[in-house]
Nanobody, 126 residues
Framework: VQLQASGGGLVHPGGSLRLSCAAS????????VGWFRQAPGKQREFVAH????????KYADSVKGRFTISRDNAKNLVYLQMNTLIPEDTAVYYC????????????????????WGQGTLVTVSS
């Protein structure tokens, strides 16, 4: 199983980026998928997740209203649309997959995810 995160880059404050997470050896429709990020010198933190059933989503307070997580089961992709980016969003962003047995309540915790992508760097700077 491999997850591949992509779409990072350099963007000005107020700009937008869309990250993608692709999977091989795993079908996203049977997994909950989360996005986490790690800024330099800081711990990895939860950003958003989408539950495997019904596509229920949850966001960290710091990104609520600006970021949107979505999935395309036909393409086996999960997206993170990031709008109104601010310098504090600068980090390496990781996607991760958790099996369907994990209840929604625990999906903000990184240790419940079985598979992780390699990360994609997002830099928000003028």
């Amino acid at each position: 199983v491999q997850l591949q995160a992509s779409g990072g880059g350099l963007v000005h404050p107020g700009g937008s980026l869309r990250l993608s997470c692709a999977a091989s050896g795993l079908t996203f429709s049977g997994y909950s998928v989360g996005w986490f990020r790690q800024a330099p010198g800081k711990q990895r933190e939860f950003v958003a997740h989408i539950y495997w059933s019904a596509g229920t989503t949850k966001y960290a307070d710091s990104v609520k209203g600006r970021f949107t997580i979505s999935r395309d089961n036909a393409k086996n992709l999960v997206y993170l649309q990031m709008n109104t980016l601010i310098p504090e969003d600068t980090a390496v962003y990781y996607c991760a997959a958790a099996n369907s047995m994990r209840p929604m309540l625990v999906l903000t915790r990184s240790y419940v995810y079985e598979y992780w992508g390699q990360g994609t760097l997002v830099t928000v700077s003028s």
